[in-house]
């Protein structure tokens, strides 16, 4: 581990020397690529220093132990230092054990988030809605700025589905963890007899695709056009604004219809288009190397859910990881640090046991 350390150091004060260099700042792309590498390795670097710092301490105590003649105060001072060094080098390792795990590649990059009503017809609408809520109120509080790309409302205020981006650095490893399915319990608006309704929606969480990560070729594109149309088929737009993508080497179809504009709703329905190919093909790459896995998002039937927000009990569970919090109202307000942080906990857990 301390070689493969000292490797990382070495990489990083190359990195260092080069952001210096006339010809890598005249060429931003270059630049900026050294900026991110280098951003990742700090971590990493500055446990390393502390380490190394750490060890000299615990290294001179062990020496003064060994030496003769020490009178008393001295002695226990360096009995002092030598125990809190031996502990802190302890802590240190264990960190630097978890800097060291595979980092995932799109952890940095923004993020699409794709919400489909699943089983439950107008209640599962809805929900759909206060999902997108929760994490549009969620992404607010880390100061991240979510934008719908595309949604097919209902007449009573939900989504049959709803595509939207949260921008901002780091959104990709804070929501990568909530594609699945979500189950909701609750007593709908619509039940005039107050019974408890059960329901689902889909997630797909997507890590935002540049250009230079998915190429696409104009030929293989099929690019449509068709009027806006609002809740229930309401015509809201004379002219024909909204597009429908569909790439045809995969079968991909992608419609945009929330801006006014042909051309931004082009601009958008590629970015989510780029997004889905890219995750797709990374899930590909994934399947290789661990072999077969269910798919993120799944049916939308009942039975396949990762988590459960119960209404009357006021509480949601986590099933993946066995959490249940009795907040559902914190937590439908964006309060989801807690559940997060815990996912990422677990999966750090399962990663180090597979080393």
């Known amino acids: 581990m301390l070689d493969k350390l000292a490797s990382i150091e070495e990489k990083y004060e190359n990195i260092n020397t080069q952001l210096f260099d006339p010809d890598v700042v005249s060429d931003m792309?270059?630049?900026?690529?050294?900026?991110?590498?280098?951003?990742?390795?700090?971590?990493?670097?500055?446990?390393?220093?502390?380490?190394?710092?750490?060890?000299?301490?615990?290294?001179?105590?062990?020496?003064?132990?060994?030496?003769?003649?020490?009178d008393r105060d001295f002695q226990e001072m360096a009995q002092e230092q030598f125990e809190e060094s031996?502990?802190?080098?302890?802590?240190?390792r264990e960190e630097l054990k978890i800097l060291l795990l595979p980092r995932d590649p799109n952890d940095d990059k923004s993020v699409i988030i794709e919400i489909r009503g699943g089983a439950g017809g107008e209640e599962s609408a809805l929900f759909a809605n206060s999902l997108f809520r929760m994490y549009s109120m969620y992404a607010e509080s880390k100061g991240w700025k979510p934008e719908i790309m595309s949604s097919n409302p209902?007449?009573?205020?939900?989504f049959k589905e709803i595509s939207f981006?949260?921008?901002?650095?780091?959104?990709?490893s804070r929501?990568?963890?909530?594609?699945?399915?979500?189950?909701?319990?609750?007593?709908?608006?619509?039940?005039?007899q107050g019974r408890?309704?059960?329901?689902?929606?889909?997630?797909?969480?997507?890590?935002?695709?540049?250009?230079?990560?998915v190429e696409l070729n104009p030929a293989e594109l099929q690019i449509d056009t068709f009027r806006s149309s609002g809740a229930g088929g309401q015509k809201v737009n004379k002219t024909s604004s909204a597009i429908r993508v569909t790439h045809l080497p995969t079968g991909t179809v992608v419609e945009c219809q929330d801006?006014?504009?042909?051309?931004?709703?082009?601009i958008k329905a590629l970015t989510i288009l780029r997004s889905r190919l890219l995750a797709e093909e990374q899930r590909k790459q994934q399947d290789q190397i661990a072999g077969e896995r269910k798919s993120q998002v799944g049916t939308g039937d009942r039975s396949e859910r990762i988590r459960t927000y119960n209404f009357p009990q006021g509480r949601v569970s986590d099933h993946r990881i066995g959490l249940t919090l009795y907040k559902i109202e914190a937590i439908?307000?964006?309060?989801l640090d807690e559940i997060i942080d815990a996912l990422i906990t677990a999966d750090t857990a399962e990663k180090l046991k597979a080393e």
Request: no cysteine.
């Open 332 to 335: 439908m307000n964006g309060d």
């Open 165 to 172: 981006m949260i921008d901002g650095d780091g959104a990709y």
């Open 29 to 70: 792309n270059k630049y900026r690529k050294l900026m991110q590498e280098q951003k990742q390795l700090t971590p990493v670097v500055e446990k390393y220093r502390e380490y190394k710092k750490v060890n000299a301490d615990f290294e001179e105590a062990k020496t003064l132990l060994n030496e003769s003649g020490l």
């Open 86 to 92: 031996r502990d802190a080098l302890e802590k240190i």
């Open 196 to 213: 408890i309704q059960t329901s689902t929606v889909t997630v797909a969480v997507l890590p935002e695709a540049e250009e230079v990560d």
């Open 175 to 192: 929501f990568k963890f909530e594609s699945g399915v979500h189950r909701v319990q609750r007593v709908p608006e619509t039940e005039s």
């Open 154 to 158: 209902t007449e009573l205020g939900g």
């Open 259 to 266: 801006e006014r504009s042909q051309l931004q709703n082009k």
